[in-house]
């Protein structure tokens, strides 16, 4: 499985963004999705997760009610929607795969199998 992020940009604090990210090959129902971000100078950690075939999902308390992720089966894509934004949200983020996903371990960034290349987001204030 190959991932293909994009949708980061600059914005200005208070608005909103759309990531996308892409799988080629085949997309199990055992599998989950995740992003992940890393600021400059910090530790990288977990924003969300969805299980690819219930779409339950999970979330960072930082984010929690301002981001939604979401997928699209048919395309192979899952999005990861983030609103009211500030600017301890600019990082680089990125999209991750997980071939036997499991909602008790989904902010474990170890526990995915594929990465993808990373899309940066700014937010100016």
């Known amino acids: 499985v190959q991932l293909q992020a994009s949708g980061g940009g600059l914005v200005q604090a208070g608005g909103s963004l759309r990531l996308s990210c892409a799988a080629s090959g085949r997309m199990f129902s055992s599998y989950g999705m995740g992003w992940f971000r890393q600021a400059p100078g910090k530790a990288r950690e977990f924003v969300a997760a969805?299980?690819?075939?219930?779409?339950?999902?999970a979330y960072a308390d930082s984010v929690k009610g301002r981001y939604a992720i979401s997928r699209d089966n048919a395309k192979n894509t899952v999005y990861l929607q983030m609103n009211t934004l500030n600017a301890e949200d600019t990082a680089v983020y990125y999209c991750a795969a997980s071939r036997r996903y499991s909602a008790s371990w989904s902010g474990l960034a170890e526990r995915y199998d594929y990465w993808g290349q990373g899309t940066q987001v700014t937010v100016s204030s």
């Open positions: 969805i299980n690819w075939s219930s779409g339950n999902t």
